[in-house]
Structures are given as C-alpha cells and as structure tokens.
C-alpha cells in the first residue's frame, strides 16, 4: 500500500540556520506530494504540493522537489526562523483517490 | 470568511460511551473528510463524505460512522468508545477532484477514561 516515510525528529536549530526534513514514499503511478505544516493547537495548513515529477513545491521560503527517482520530497528552507517552529507532515494523495496519506510528522523548534 | 469549524474542542468520555463530534465546512466547500491524530503520529483517514453519502474509508471499524446534512455539514459517531480511540479528531473540507487542497478545522481533542 501506499506509504510516507519521514526523518525521525524533534529537530531543534538556531535561527537563520538551514532546514532540511526527508521525506520518502511508496506508493503506485504518480502521486501528488505535500507538505503540511501544524502549529501548536491548531489544525493542518497547506505549506506546498507538486503534482508531478521534477515539480518543485515553494511558499514562505519553504521548497520542495518531486523526485520521482527517489521517491523522495524534502523539505528546504535556507534561514529559518522562530515562528517556524511546529510540527510538519509529509502526505501523498494518489490519483483516483482522495485519501491523503501521510507521514508520523517532524517537530521542529527554531531557537532564538 | 469563515474556515472550518468543529466542535466541541476537548471532550471527556468513558470507556463503552458514544460521542458525536460536529464539523461546518469552509464556506463554499462541499466535500468533508475525517482524520484521526492519534499522539505523535500523523493523521489517518477515517472516511470522506460528498453529497451526504460516504465516498471513502479508510481502515477504521463500523463503530466510526458519519454524516452529512444538505448544507455539507458533517458529524462523526463513535459507539462503544475505547481507550485507544482517545485521539485529536480533524475534520477537513475542500471541493471534490483532484487538485482541490483539503482545509483542515482545529480538531477536537476526545479523551476516553
């Protein structure tokens, strides 16, 4: 079935430090990838999405490549910063679906 | 504009009760999924609802049923609650198709004693 593997966290980093989450997937065809992005309390919102391969995902200096080669969609982001911090998911959605399917989710937390 | 809202925010139940939990879509969405997200894990699909019919499961027990009012509304029922069943529940609006980003409310945070 289909699958999201993402790095173990927490990840704890310095302010204007370099980010980067992994993200691996099994999954059949071409799937869409996304990145979710939750807050403390609140719900999931949107971060960025590909829909197919070589596609690269990009908002609030946040990017990420569909690598289909890889099976792979990292996270990036070259200077984060402290409201960065919160817990982040990878998910697929495969096509003729709409069940996303996501990662166990990475906690970052940025330090001033 | 109003974004998903559920309600209620935390509830308390024992073990063997029932539980309805309620969600408004965001204003122009038809189309309601339900998640469960259990403590440091990710989200897991429960069901999806469109035109007050159940269009998907996931891999969830007939004690998880739902619903959908004409005015694309949607609760979620649990009977015969279960310890593991405690879990932040997310209810998730968008447009049906492909493409069409999923809009997730704040959950409710269900404990079961």
């Known amino acids: 079935g289909n699958s999201v593997t993402q790095m173990e966290g927490p990840v704890t980093l310095s302010e204007e430090a370099f980010l980067t989450i992994n993200c691996t997937y099994t999954?059949?065809?071409?799937?869409?990838l996304f990145w979710y992005v939750q807050y403390p309390g609140e719900g999931l919102q949107l971060l960025l999405k590909?829909?197919?391969?070589?596609d690269k995902g990009s908002n609030k200096g946040f990017e990420a490549t569909y690598r289909k080669e890889t099976t792979s969609f990292h996270l990036e982001k070259g200077s984060v910063q402290v409201s960065d911090s919160a817990v982040y998911f990878c998910?697929?959605?495969?096509?003729?679906?709409?069940?996303?399917?996501f990662g166990k989710g990475t906690k970052l937390t940025v330090n001033p | 504009d109003a974004g998903v809202t559920q309600s209620p925010t935390h509830l308390i139940k024992t073990r063997g009760q029932q539980v309805t939990l309620r969600c408004s879509p965001k204003s122009g969405h038809d189309t309601v999924s339900w998640y469960q997200q259990a403590l440091g894990q990710g989200p897991q699909f429960i069901f999806q609802y469109y035109e007050e019919e159940e269009r998907q499961r996931g891999n969830f027990p007939d004690r998880f049923s739902g619903h959908q009012f004409p005015n694309y509304s949607s609760e979620l029922n649990v009977n015969a609650l279960l310890l593991g069943d405690s879990a932040l529940y997310l209810c998730a609006s968008s447009f049906l198709g492909q493409g069409s980003p999923l809009h997730f409310g704040n959950g409710t945070r269900l404990t079961v004693t």
């Open positions: 999954a059949t065809g071409y799937p869409s």
């Open positions: 998910a697929l959605l495969q096509g003729g679906s709409e069940k996303l399917v």
């Open positions: 590909a829909t197919k391969a070589d």
